[in-house]
């Protein structure tokens, strides 16, 4: 695709916008829409009305909001309904979230959907002399989206003022233009996306093929022609004769639960010390970067530091899939501490190599008693005990066997880790060109007027 900058500029007066093709005008938002931060919670009360409520999850994970999606449901009064219905080209944003990256990420509504209000943690903006589905896709846009983050305010979580998305300068194209621009976009990106979507399937791909080499080598073992015994456990099968069968407590010599006090939202700097995220034990992997700064009026303790050679258990998360992710600490920063959401776990090395250990959480067989270990215990939605852990059952070579084992896994996993590098990349490489390509669309940096797009594949432009 090639496409020319416009014939000739003019200045914006906005420092994120710059230069904008001469016949297109520059407004502060407010004076384009009507914009309404929701106050509609998800409570139910008898002298209400029922309504469905698009919610945080609905705009955060879609690009649009549609039927397809499953909203919840709850009441509102006649008031609420009247003012937060949420019409067709109506562009809805997330006002409030834990991260400043998170704020202002927008959804257009593509379909009429009757008693569906926009709900809490959302703002909505309906276009009085602007093409919803341009605006949606000017909040997309880098610098304007920009101007969100930075006007977030918050510690723990971040809120965007009413006054900030109010006073965003917004440049206006001629509507014709602005639905050019549309239909461009929708043609491209969806091109771009089915991209991504088939790259994102092969990383799927990988992943399963990872998880089968490691699920093979720590319940059969490496030789085929060693004999096979009944594991007694059904969804096992047969295991080497010469294995153990063995519960998780009988390898573990130490069980630590980390410490979680209020922190601020920001990485430590390297004389500062750091409360770990629950995140930072993804998939054998650990990402020290992944913590938040402890203030200094609180002293640390200083018995839960991070050491090389540690293995940290993630105990709770709001992802499901993440919650027993295990890693081993193989490089560490000094001054940063687990989290209540993690396990240190220190194990009797004469009956199980550490890497071992780490290999088998990822496998098949111990996945699946994580997920049926998986509680709402200790007052969180989604969490292991460590009575659950320490009831997993392992099945255990010599420790010997256990470390040839590991050596050829991480040979082979090298290999796959390899090739999802270069998935990743390539994934990565094709959104930074879809958000540069929506920026200069809806910036004028591009003029996409004369560019054709074929008519099955244009959306309803609003």
């Given at each position: 695709m ?6 000739t ?5 906005s ?7 001469s016949h ?22 008898e ?12 705009v ?10 499953d ?6 009064t006649k008031d609420?309904?009247k ?8 562009v809805?944003?997330?006002?409030d979230?834990e991260?400043?990256s998170?704020?202002a ?8 959907i009757?008693?569906l209000l926009?709900?809490y ?12 589905r341009y ?8 610098g ?9 305010n918050?510690v723990t979580?971040?809120g ?16 014709d233009?602005q ?21 994102e399937a092969l ?6 093929k ?11 073992g490496?030789?085929p ?5 009944a594991?007694?456990?059904v969804w096992l ?15 573990i010599?130490r069980?630590?639960?980390?410490w ?5 939202e920001?990485e ?11 995140g930072c ?12 700064t ?21 105990r709770?998360?709001?992802?499901k ?22 396990y ?8 199980i190599?550490?890497?071992f250990?780490?290999?088998?959480m ?11 270990s ?5 007052g969180?939605a989604?969490?292991?005990p ?8 392992l ?18 996993l ?13 994934i990565?490489?094709l959104?930074e060109?879809r958000s ?6 809806v910036?004028g ?10 008519v099955?594949d244009?959306a309803v432009?609003?």
């Open positions: 090639n496409a020319d900058p416009y014939d500029y003019k200045s914006s007066d420092r994120w916008l710059g230069d904008i093709p297109w005008n520059v407004k502060k938002l407010k004076f384009l829409a009507v914009i309404q931060p929701s106050n509609v919670d998800k409570k139910t009360v002298s209400e009305e029922a309504v469905l409520l698009c919610n945080y999850t609905d955060y994970k879609n690009e649009y909001i549609d039927s397809r999606l909203f919840m449901r709850a009441t509102a609420e309904i003012k937060f219905t949420v019409d067709v080209g109506d809805i944003v997330t006002k979230s991260t400043p998170d704020i990420v927008p959804a257009c509504v593509a379909e009429k009757e008693g926009c709900g943690h959302l703002t909505q903006i309906k276009p009085v002399n602007l093409s919803g605006l949606f896709r000017l909040f997309q846009s880098m304007f989206n920009a101007q969100f983050t930075v006007a977030a918050g979580r971040f965007l003022p009413q006054y900030a998305i109010s006073n965003a300068f917004s440049p206006v194209p001629p509507m233009e639905q050019t621009i549309v239909r461009f976009l929708d043609y491209k990106t969806s091109q771009i996306d089915r991209l991504i979507a088939k790259k990383l799927m791909k990988l992943a399963e990872r998880t089968a080499f490691i699920s093979h080598a720590v319940t059969k490496l030789d022609s060693v004999p096979m015994k594991s007694g456990v099968g047969e295991i080497p004769e010469h294995w153990e069968r063995i519960l998780v407590r009988r390898v010599s069980f630590e639960q980390g979680s006090p209020a922190c601020d920001r430590a700097s390297p004389d500062e010390w750091g409360i770990l995220k629950s034990v993804n998939y054998g992997i650990f990402q020290e970067s992944n913590h938040k402890l203030p200094e009026n609180i002293l640390p303790i200083r018995a839960l530091e991070v050491k090389i050679g540690d293995v940290l258990m993630c709770a998360s709001g992802s899939h993440l919650i027993g992710s295990v890693a081993k600490v193989k490089q560490c920063r000094q001054k940063l501490i687990f989290s209540d959401k993690t240190r776990i220190s194990f009797r090395t004469n009956l190599d550490t890497d250990f780490v290999l088998t990822l496998s098949k067989y111990m996945r699946d008693q994580i997920e049926l998986i509680s709402g215990a200790d969180l989604n969490n292991i460590q009575a659950s852990v320490k009831a997993y059952l099945i255990l070579p010599p420790i010997c066997e256990q470390k040839l084992i590991v050596s050829v896994l991480h040979e082979k090298a290999y796959v880790a390899l090739q999802e590098a270069k998935v990743t990349e390539v990565i490489k959104r060109y540069a390509l929506i920026t200069n669309s910036t940096k591009i003029d996409v007027r004369d560019i054709k797009v074929p099955t244009e432009v609003s």
